[in-house]
């Protein structure tokens, strides 16, 4: 069965850095793409970051361009992110599509897992 379990999270003070890391089973990670996505309390879901099957395309949600950095390989996907700041606090969680390219819609994931969460606080 396919398996997504997310990892790095934690408490960090604003302009702070962290990797999450999602880690994969269960199924050929290189056939998908795979989207981060993050939901604070109150919020909605946002789409953060995508890349696409052999990282030939990288989008990121205008809000962390330039401070988040999105990476794979063989089984796992990272999300590099540095500058952090309050409004970055939230449930990050990644998803993996077979069907779309690198898309920010939640609803075409295949499978997804169940987050860690990211604190960022003075």
């Known amino acids: 069965q396919m398996q997504l379990v997310e990892s790095g999270g934690g408490l960090v003070q604003p302009g702070g850095s962290l990797r999450l890391s999602c880690s994969t089973s269960g199924f050929t990670l290189s056939d998908y793409s795979i989207t981060w996505f993050r939901q604070a309390p109150g919020k909605e879901r946002e789409g953060v970051s995508c890349?696409?099957?052999?990282?030939?395309t990288k989008k990121y949600a205008d809000s962390v361009k330039g401070r988040f950095t999105i990476s794979r390989d063989a089984t796992t996907s990272y999300l590099d992110m540095n500058g952090l700041k309050p409004e970055d606090a939230a449930t990050y969680l990644c998803?993996?599509?077979?069907?779309?390219?690198?898309?920010?819609?939640?609803?075409?994931?295949?499978?997804w897992g169940r987050g860690t969460q990211v604190t960022v606080s003075s």
């Open positions: 998803g993996v599509s077979l069907h779309y390219w690198c898309e920010f819609q939640f609803s075409v994931m295949d499978s």
């Open positions: 890349i696409s099957r052999n990282s030939a």
